[in-house]
């Protein structure tokens, strides 16, 4: 339980902090969002419990593929704000987009050998 608090405590402090510095430099705090920060504490947690380098391998490389289908997401919230449609609408959309995305790599996948 201890484990996870700690986890959850610095993963949150990353949050604010990078969301801290958004307000002042959007750049710099996006800069500091866009590090893949939580999927390299993701992998370090993961090998501090179970440190197996094929168990780590298929994590990354199914990382990597999640990845892709989010990106758009980042284009889209932009565009929907700038057309004058309200925060709250533009990331649920967003959100919607990246679902759909996830849901398509996951079923198309497979039928190229992608194993997630």
């Avoid at 402090?13 to 939580?38: D, E, Q, W, Y």
């Amino acid at each position: 339980m201890l484990s996870l608090l700690l986890k959850s405590a610095l993963s949150g402090v990353m949050i604010a902090v990078a969301s801290t510095i958004a307000r002042r430099n959007p750049g710099f705090g996006a800069l500091l969002a866009s590090l893949p920060l939580v999927s390299v504490l993701g992998m370090i947690w993961l090998w501090s419990e179970k440190p197996d380098a094929e168990n780590m391998a298929d994590h990354a490389r199914a990382t990597f593929w999640y990845v892709l289908p989010s990106l758009p997401m980042f284009l889209l919230i932009p565009a929907l704000l700038r057309h004058g449609v309200g925060f709250w609408p533009a990331l649920g959309l967003g959100c919607l987009l990246t679902i759909a995305l996830y849901c398509a790599v996951t079923w198309i996948g497979p039928r190229f050998g992608l194993v997630l």
